[in-house]
Nanobody, 126 residues
Framework: QVQLVESGGGLVQAGDSLRLSCAAS????????LGWFRQAPGREREFVAA????????HYADAVKGRATISRDNAKNTVYLQMNSLKPDDTAVYYC???????????????????WGQGTQVTVST
């Protein structure tokens, strides 16, 4: 069992940057593929970014490509999402997720993730 706890959200202005963190419990953090998703009011949850178990492969949604960076620190059991040049359309609750996969596989489908955090709110004002 893995517990995930996000932090780092808040109210920012358009153009600002944020770094979201997701701390995981347990000793097997390095075994998981990781992902970030978001859900805006009235909209379905959508994929944002993912990283393979190995850390060597990443993938981003078109909406954040070039503005987002996912990274992991296995020593700290933490995954990060750096978001730059934030836009009002980025306003959402952001969730981190973890799942088992082959070392170099990237998981972009939310239904393949076993473990989820409670979410952190990001609000971008104009």
């Amino acid at each position: 069992q893995v517990q995930l706890v996000e932090s780092g959200g808040g109210l920012v202005q358009a153009g600002d940057s944020l770094r979201l963190s997701c701390a995981a419990s347990g000793r097997t953090f390095s075994s998981y593929a990781l992902g970030w998703f978001r859900q805006a009011p009235g909209r379905e949850r959508e994929f944002v970014a993912a990283m393979s178990q190995s850390g060597s492969n990443t993938h981003y949604a078109d909406a954040v490509k070039g503005r987002a960076t996912i990274s992991r620190d296995n020593a700290k059991n933490t995954v990060y999402l750096q978001m730059n040049s934030l836009k009002p359309d980025d306003t959402a609750v952001y969730y981190c997720a973890a799942t088992f996969s082959a070392p170099f596989d990237i998981v972009v489908v939310d239904t393949r993730y076993f473990y989820w955090g409670q979410g952190t709110q990001v609000t971008v004002s104009t």
